[in-house]
């Protein structure tokens, strides 16, 4: 599942977005609000439950990083909810402190990390990235820790690279977004909150039937057993004890 939100006008609209066994990706529900707080993500995830969702089930969550969207997500889903935060925010929030003068190479040098395949290489390469920030900027390094376990969630899982590459970010929700927006650009009058929720929603549904299945569907299965794995290890079994 991919949480994200956007902006329309001054408007806040959070939006869940699933991916079925068979790669289809499926708008599951919007909720608005003044920001991604806690609250309208715990409202959206009610929603949702209500009308089906089992959130104990082992699931990955993609979100953006927001304190809301991951507190929203816990409170609901627990243990059973193995988190993602999305790479490309990362990147671009630990740049955003940097000069210009070193935005590049430390972009580059994420994405590297972020592109290898084991969890291991991946961890220790930005490991090694987080000492450098420290004496260049400490601001930048405490931006790359804060989560940085989370980025990675893809490469803990291990899954094949086509798989990992399209579940690294919420770039498929955004793109979404994007088209949305494109949608929603006549509109020059907004009258009220629904009309906010009905355009969106037009514009989703719209979007939705043509979207194409996602890069790497035929390896889902392996994501479904490999969360089974995660989310056993993270619930200790009790055992009966001996007499």
Excluded at 110 to 124: F, I, K, L, S, V
Excluded at 128 to 145: G, I, K, Q, Y
Excluded at 171 to 190: G, H, L, Q
Aim: glycine content about 8%; hydrophobic content about 40%.
């Amino acid at each position: 599942m991919m949480i994200d939100g956007t902006c329309f006008e001054d408007q806040e609209v959070v939006v869940a977005m699933g991916l079925t066994l068979q790669g289809h990706k499926v708008v599951l529900g919007l909720h608005q609000g003044a920001t991604e707080n806690a609250i309208v993500v715990q409202h959206l995830l009610e929603d949702l439950q209500q009308r089906g969702v089992d959130f104990a089930v082992p699931r990955l969550y993609v979100l953006d990083g927001g304190k809301g969207l991951h507190a929203g997500v816990r409170k609901l889903a627990g243990k059973c909810a193995v988190i993602q935060r999305c790479q490309e925010h990362k990147i671009r929030n630990v740049v955003g402190h940097l000069t210009e003068e070193f935005q590049t190479a430390v972009g580059c040098k994420m994405r590297n990390a972020y592109a290898m395949r084991e969890h291991a290489d991946a961890q220790r390469a930005l490991a090694t990235l987080l000492r450098e920030l420290m004496d260049l900027n400490p601001s930048a390094a405490h931006s790359l820790e804060e989560g940085m376990e989370e980025t990675l969630a893809v490469h803990r899982l291990r899954l094949p690279e086509k798989l990992r590459q399209t579940l690294r970010s919420t770039n498929p929700i955004e793109s979404a977004f994007d088209t949305v927006e494109t949608v929603c650009r006549n509109v020059k009058r907004w009258q009220g909150g629904d009309q906010y929720l009905r355009w969106v929603a037009s514009g989703l549904h719209w979007v939705e039937s043509r979207w194409n299945r996602i890069h790497g569907y035929r390896e889902l299965p392996i994501l479904v057993k490999e969360l089974e794995l995660a989310v056993v290890k993270t619930i200790p079994v009790r055992h009966a004890s001996v007499r």
